[in-house]
């Protein structure tokens, strides 16, 4: 009992405090704090602070709190600002690789699918886009709490570093959504608003603001 309530050292408790700091500090600069930095900002802490196996659950998370953070903060630098936007190249490339001929005109996937479309679609498509992040951290959990630590590591670093290169490309080489180009052409237009496409649907179907709300 006595090793489950450790508590952490004075040099543990003032590192992860004033990195806490930091980043809060810094996100309000940046970025804004908004309700759920706080949120997990007190969850972590709460968790670091309440006992041995809660504070090891704190640090084996970190893989998962930098992905989080780092996806945040892509706010700071638009890629449009490191990078030109690729809007027609991409587009012309889709459809040359995937394009559905739809009443004798060769159209996007995108295109086509916002055209023809079925509700057991749209359903599944807005599950598995809400599940990308909880899924992983849940299945990352499950092994943490089984005592694969090892194998636990091993995934959430992967999903750390696969994420981060996508991050990379997202600046790398800016691209269009597809419906940007239906929408609005070819041209790049700084700062339009965003659009939940073919997710909409999803709301619809259900009768709820989900998508339309992030």
């Not at 009992?1 to 992860?16: D, F, G, H, W, Y």
């Not at 995937?98 to 479309?117: K, Q, R, S």
Request: proline share 7%; net charge neutral; charged share 15%.
């Amino acid at each position: 009992m006595i090793k489950n309530i450790q508590k952490p050292s004075k040099r543990e408790a003032l590192t992860v405090i004033v990195i806490m700091a930091f980043f809060l500090l810094l996100t309000a600069i940046f970025i804004g704090l908004r309700s759920e930095h706080l949120m997990i900002a007190v969850l972590y802490l709460v968790l670091f602070f309440a006992g041995l196996p809660t504070r090891k659950l704190a640090v084996a998370l970190l893989p998962f709190a930098l992905f989080g953070i780092s996806y945040d903060w892509m706010r700071i630098c638009p890629n449009y600002e490191v990078n030109p936007i690729d809007v027609a190249g991409l587009y012309n490339l889709e459809k040359s690789l995937f394009g559905v001929m739809d009443n004798g005109i060769l159209v996007t996937p995108c295109e086509y699918f916002a055209a023809h479309n079925w509700p057991i679609a749209d359903v599944f498509a807005g599950i598995f886009y809400l599940c990308w992040v909880p899924v992983p951290i849940l299945f990352g959990l499950c092994l943490y709490f089984k005592k694969e630590r090892k194998t636990y590591l091993r995934f959430a670093l992967v999903f750390l570093f696969v994420n981060l290169i996508g991050f990379a490309g997202y600046y790398i080489h800016p691209a269009a959504p597809p419906w940007y180009a239906i929408n609005y052409g070819f041209e790049p237009i700084l700062n339009t608003p965003g659009n939940v496409a073919g997710l909409g649907r999803f709301d619809a179907f259900f009768g709820v603001s989900i998508f339309d709300s992030i």
